[in-house]
């Protein structure tokens, strides 16, 4: 039954459009009937009249079932599904714009080389210093992390916290760079070794160049390629900002960070 849920809690607005023009069709072809049959004067009259108020008053209360269907979803089953099963479904690749492999030359030519096209630059975004980094505190107060801006990495080991979107700890929606606006839903994976919690913060125009909270709250459930959150920043200001989700170990302490940027355009 998910399924059927799920549809028609993403096309409610148009079931409701249908069902509305439905009943205000036939049920003005039921007044109509009423009438008729109150005026008719003969059998043949009289039948043809009962038989268009039987059709509709039929498709009166199929459209008022529908409609009370879709509202009781909405009110009552919405509110206990999974987040997994209202999020957008992934788009099918299309074959059409699937680069092919190049062709096997035949026996006794030899192969062309194909100059290859230059990429486009892809802009870089600059990340702040992990000496830079605010962590905020349970109780309000900012914790910069002294060992990220003196540690100095030992060679062959990743410096503790990294400061990289990794395959154990990245955000894949919104992507790096996207232009946003209103509710804003983040996909992703927070599943880094010795994973106590995470929590997804923003820097930018609205919080004055802090790192603030977008959940309110930190998250101790593991997500793999998954439902990180969702905010309204419909009333913040438009801008450039960084979004930045943190890795924290049992012990309380930071393993990593992954940050992104994005464009708020209210």
Do not use: H, K
Request: hydrophobic share 40%; aromatic share 10%; with cysteine.
């Amino acid at each position: 039954m998910e399924p059927i849920y799920v549809f028609l809690i993403r096309n409610d607005v148009w079931i409701y459009i249908l069902s509305g023009m439905g009943l205000f069709w036939f049920g003005s072809e039921l007044i109509r009937a009423q009438r008729g049959l109150r005026y008719a004067l003969f059998g043949l009259e009289r039948e043809r009249g009962q038989r268009i108020r039987n059709s509709s008053l039929a498709f009166v209360l199929f459209f008022t079932a529908v409609v009370s269907l879709v509202f009781y979803v909405n009110n009552q089953i919405a509110p206990n599904l999974p987040a997994e099963a209202l999020m957008p479904p992934t788009p099918t690749p299309d074959i059409f714009r699937t680069p092919l492999s190049s062709p096997t030359p035949l026996e006794g030519m030899e192969p062309t080389a194909v100059p290859s096209p230059t990429s486009p630059p892809v802009p870089t975004i600059t990340l702040a210093n992990p000496a830079d980094l605010i962590v905020p505190e349970a109780d309000g107060s900012e914790l910069t992390p002294p060992s990220v801006a003196t540690a100095a990495p030992t060679p062959g080991a990743s410096p503790t916290p990294f400061v990289d979107c990794t395959t154990d700890l990245n955000i894949s929606q919104p992507r790096n760079g996207a232009i946003v606006n209103g509710a804003v839903t983040f996909n992703g994976t927070a599943d880094t070794p010795d994973f106590g919690l995470y929590r997804l913060q923003a820097n930018g125009p609205q919080t004055g160049g802090q790192w603030a909270s977008l959940l309110g709250r930190d998250i101790d459930q593991r997500v793999q390629n998954g439902f990180l959150g969702s905010v309204n920043l419909s009333d913040w200001q438009p801008g450039p900002y960084l979004i930045r989700l943190t890795a924290v170990n049992a012990s309380s302490g930071d393993t990593g960070y992954c940050v992104i940027q994005i464009t708020l355009d209210n």
